[in-house]
């Protein structure tokens, strides 16, 4: 029988408990592709930012306290972001010519989801 030395297994529980502990370091700022947005139902204690972008031609990124999220949104895409209540620092950039469309600070409430719409016009916001 072919046992594996105690220090490699102990390595192997270390590798998946800091696998374990990243997982939920990411989870805070969770983007998610999701068709219905709107309805999207932000886990217990939690609220989400919603980047509905129905302009036809503008791909934008998106950026929660100067770090980019995951994913763009353009032609009738969305994203949800799950995240902590708080007050975020959010910035939305046209991903052609890097021209920010959108710079504010937004409130995230637990329970509700900000709804940031984008379109030829500009950004209006509400909250679902």
Excluded at 93 to 121: F, H, K, N, P, T
Aim: charged residues 30%; aromatic residues 10%.
């Amino acid at each position: 029988m072919n046992h594996r030395p105690l220090p490699f297994r102990r390595a192997l529980w270390v590798y998946a408990a800091l696998l374990l502990l990243g997982s939920f370091f990411f989870l805070g700022c969770d983007g998610v592709s999701d068709d219905d947005g709107e309805n999207f139902d932000p886990s217990e204690g939690n609220g989400a930012l919603f980047i509905n972008n129905d302009s036809i031609d503008v791909r934008v990124l998106t950026f929660v306290n100067g770090e980019q999220q995951e994913g763009r949104t353009g032609g009738d895409n969305e994203r949800v972001y799950e995240l902590a209540p708080g007050t975020y620092r959010i910035v939305l950039v046209d991903d052609r010519d890097d021209d920010v469309i959108y710079r504010e600070e937004v409130d995230i409430i637990a329970g509700r989801v900000l709804v940031l719409d984008v379109d030829q016009s500009g950004v209006g916001e509400r909250i679902e």
